[in-house]
C-alpha cells in the first residue's frame, strides 16, 4: 500500500494531479475543521457565563453576538491575500492560531463596548481561518478526486458538539469561564501546530497576480451562495428557535425542548459524516435535490406538529436535509477561477449573512404572525434546494461524477482540475 500520488516536476504549486502523501493531508485538514469547530463550541457553552459577569440584558447580549458575524463578513475577503502571500498551509496555521488564542477574550472583557469590540476581532480571525481551511479542503478533494467537503464539514460539527459537551461541564462545576477557556484555548493552539504540519504545502504560482484586498466574488460565487443561503437560513433558524417553538407551539417541557437542539444538531453532524459517501454514489446535484426533499418533508413535519414528538423529528429531517449543502456549496466555489479562496469567500459572506439575519427574520415573523407561519418560510427555502441545486455541479470531482453527465463550461476552471485517484485505491 502506497500513501502518495504520482508526483510531478517541481512547481511553486504542485503540477495538477499531484499531492504527496494524501491520507496525511486529507487527515489533517480533517482535524483542522475539528478544532475550528472546538472553538466555536466552547465559546457558545459559556455565554451565559459572560451574560451574567457582566449583567447584559437579553437584547445588550444580542448586540453583542451580532458582532462575530459582522467581523466575518468584513474580514473575510482578506484571507486570498494570506494564502496567496504565505502558501496555504502557512496561511491555515497562522490564521487557526489566531482563532484559538481569540477564544481566551470574550470572558476577560470588562464591560459591553470591549466585549462588541473583542468579539468583532473574534468573529474576522473565525472567518478568515474559515475560508482558508475550506480553501485548503477544496484543493485537497480536488487531487484526491473523491468528495470529502462534507466529512470535514462533519468533523467541524464533531469538534464542536464534543468542546460544547466539555463546557456544559465545566458550567456544571461553577468553574471561571476565564480559566476554562484559557486552557481549552492553549490545548486546542497545541493541538493545531503538528496537525497544520501535514497539510500541502500549496502556493501560488510566481506569476499569479495577488488578489486585491477587498473585491466584489466572482458572479457565479453569487449564485452558489444563494444555494447556501438556503440551507443556512434553516440551520440558524432551527438552532435559535426550535426549543421556543415545541414549549410555545406543541407544549414541550423544558427538557424536551432542550431536546430539540440535539436532535438537529446530532442528525446533521452524523449526516456531514456520512454525506461523502452519498455525493460519490449520486453527484453534487442529486444529493442537493434529495437532501432539499427531505429538509422540505421536516419543515412541513414542523409546522403541521401538534405534539411534541413530531416537531422534533421534523427539526432532525431538516438537520439531515441541510447537512451536505454548505460543503458542496464550497467545493463548487472552491472550482470558480484562479483564485478559489475569493470565491470562497464570497459564497461563505453571502451563506453566513443568513445564519446572521435569519433568527431575527423568525422572531418578525412570529411577533407579526405566528412561530408556525414562520416555519412555513423555512419549508419554503428548503424546497427552493431542489430549484437550485444544479448550481452546485461544480462541487462533483471528476471521480465522483456519476456516469453520462457532463460538466459545466470550465473556461473559468484552473489548471489544477486535472485529478489523478490515489494509486493505494
Not at 327 to 334: E, V
Request: aromatic share 4%; glycine share 10%.
Amino acid at each position: 500500500m502506497t500513501d502518495s500520488l504520482t508526483t510531478g516536476p517541481p512547481l511553486d504549486r504542485p503540477a495538477a494531479g499531484t499531492l504527496e502523501r494524501p491520507r496525511r493531508a486529507r487527515a489533517s485538514i480533517s482535524l483542522v475543521f475539528a478544532v475550528h469547530g472546538a472553538v466555536s463550541g466552547s465559546f457558545v457553552t459559556r455565554i451565559p457565563w459572560i451574560q451574567d459577569r457582566l449583567d447584559l440584558s437579553p437584547g445588550q447580549l444580542g448586540l453583542a453576538l451580532v458582532m462575530p458575524a459582522i467581523g466575518s463578513s468584513l474580514a473575510m475577503p482578506l484571507a486570498g491575500r494570506f494564502v496567496h502571500r504565505y502558501g496555504g498551509r502557512a496561511a491555515v496555521r497562522g490564521l487557526i492560531s489566531l482563532w484559538c488564542l481569540a477564544l481566551t477574550l470574550p470572558a476577560l472583557a470588562p464591560s459591553l463596548p470591549l466585549l462588541c469590540l473583542i468579539l468583532l476581532g473574534y468573529g474576522a480571525t473565525a472567518g478568515m481561518a474559515d475560508v482558508a481551511m475550506n480553501a485548503q479542503g477544496v484543493e485537497i478533494e480536488q487531487r484526491l478526486g473523491r468528495s470529502i467537503m462534507s466529512g470535514l464539514h462533519g468533523m467541524w460539527s464533531a469538534g464542536g458538539l464534543l468542546a460544547s459537551a466539555f463546557g456544559i461541564l465545566a458550567a456544571h462545576q461553577d468553574l471561571d469561564a476565564r480559566l476554562q477557556l484559557a486552557v481549552t484555548a492553549l490545548v486546542l493552539l497545541g493541538l493545531a501546530q503538528p496537525i497544520c504540519r501535514g497539510l500541502p504545502d500549496l502556493r501560488a504560482a510566481e506569476d499569479e497576480e495577488a488578489p486585491p484586498r477587498f473585491a466584489l466574488p466572482p458572479r457565479s460565487s453569487l449564485v452558489i451562495g444563494l444555494v447556501g443561503f438556503c440551507a443556512v437560513f434553516a440551520e440558524g433558524a432551527s438552532m435559535d428557535w426550535s426549543g421556543v417553538y415545541l414549549k410555545d407551539v406543541t407544549g414541550a417541557s423544558a427538557t424536551v425542548a432542550a431536546a430539540s437542539y440535539t436532535a438537529f444538531a446530532l442528525t446533521m453532524a452524523v449526516s456531514r459524516l456520512a454525506g461523502d459517501a452519498a455525493i460519490r454514489r449520486l453527484g453534487a446535484v442529486r444529493a442537493t435535490r434529495i437532501s432539499g426533499a427531505i429538509a422540505t418533508a421536516g419543515g412541513l413535519l414542523v409546522v403541521l406538529a401538534d405534539r411534541p414528538a413530531l416537531a422534533v423529528a421534523g427539526f432532525a429531517l431538516i438537520g439531515i436535509g441541510i447537512a451536505v449543502v454548505v460543503p458542496l456549496a464550497f467545493a463548487a466555489a472552491g472550482r470558480i477561477g484562479t483564485n478559489p479562496s475569493q470565491a470562497i469567500a464570497g459564497v461563505a459572506t453571502v451563506t453566513y449573512t443568513s445564519g446572521l439575519v435569519a433568527p431575527a427574520v423568525i422572531g418578525a415573523l412570529a411577533q407579526a404572525t405566528s412561530l408556525t407561519v414562520s416555519f412555513g418560510v423555512v419549508a419554503a427555502l428548503a424546497f427552493a434546494l431542489l430549484l437550485s441545486a444544479g448550481a452546485l455541479r461544480r462541487a462533483e470531482p471528476a471521480a465522483d461524477r456519476p456516469a453520462g453527465t457532463d460538466h459545466p463550461a470550465t473556461t473559468d476552471r484552473r489548471p489544477t482540475d486535472n485529478v489523478i485517484a490515489p494509486s493505494s485505491k
